[in-house]
């Protein structure tokens, strides 16, 4: 009874940050993470997210309108992105007191804030080139300590001035590419093995009937309402994250 009630418990988180990933286009690490830290080990629940985020974000890039170019535009930012998960590979082992975690929440309410205040950040064409590999190589120091991609790569990919589309696009790129390089550190930290493989792969199937669900939201609704949702999403991302650590 108890193995059903935990089934059913990882069922329920999938199909909710599933559900939450399709409406603003991320999310699915964040409350899958979180919650599911309840009843195991971080680095645990980071290797049952592998499958989910791997075919999730598979989807949300290949419906997006121009894979060709953002990978264009992004490739120093995803190279950055591996290099900072390899190089911090055991820090979400490690952590203990929960504090990667109560930044990154902290962090994530302050620029959900300021998005919600419309102020625009804006990065110039001519940093790319030089300030991407720089927020890869962040984001994957933090991915590697919390097993979370939100930052600093999302404040970093919405004020690149995309689309609503482009920018959905952009985060499953983003996001693929993190969990391919946490996956091959949690390989080497004996967190991810065939067993734990399985159990990801079943946890697959809530996580596209959530994804399916919110998608179906966000095609309907319009850009402007698309932004407040987006925001709205990281502030409560972030609260969550910071009630959690705290708590």
């Known amino acids: 009874m108890e193995n059903l009630h935990l089934i059913l418990f990882i069922a329920a988180t ?10 603003i286009g ?7 993470v979180g919650i599911l830290g309840v009843v195991m080990a971080p680095a645990q629940a980071a290797a049952l997210l592998v499958v989910p985020n791997l075919v999730t974000n598979g989807w949300q890039i290949a419906t997006g ?16 992105i591996c290099i900072g998960t390899w190089a911090g590979a055991g820090l979400l082992q490690q952590q203990k007191d929960g504090s990667a975690t109560l930044w990154l929440g902290i962090a994530l309410v302050l620029y959900a804030l300021v998005g919600l205040k ?29 097993g979370v991609f ?10 690149l001035g995309l689309d609503k ?17 946490l996956s091959i550190g949690l390989v080497g930290a004996g967190a991810l093995n065939m067993g ?52």
Do not use: N
């Open 26 to 32: 991320l999310g699915l690490p964040t409350i899958a």
């Open 65 to 80: 309108p121009g894979l060709k170019a953002i990978l264009l535009r992004l490739w120093p930012m995803l190279m950055g």
């Open 165 to 181: 589309d482009e920018l959905i696009q952009a985060l499953g790129i983003s996001f693929i590419v993190s969990t391919l390089a």
């Open 196 to 247: 734990v493989a399985w159990h990801s792969l079943l946890a697959l199937v809530p996580a596209l009937a959530g994804q399916a669900a919110g998608t179906a939201i966000r095609a309907r609704i319009s850009a402007a309402t698309f932004k407040i949702c987006f925001f709205a999403g990281l502030l409560a991302l972030g609260s969550y994250l910071v009630i959690r650590a705290l708590g």
């Open 118 to 146: 419309a102020a625009k950040l804006r990065v110039p064409t001519h940093t790319e080139r030089w300030l991407g590999p720089v927020i890869g190589i962040a984001t994957g120091v933090a991915t590697a300590a919390t």
């Open 150 to 159: 939100v930052l600093p790569a999302v404040p970093y990919l919405q004020a």
């Open 14 to 23: 999938f199909l909710l940050a599933g559900f939450v990933k399709g409406v």
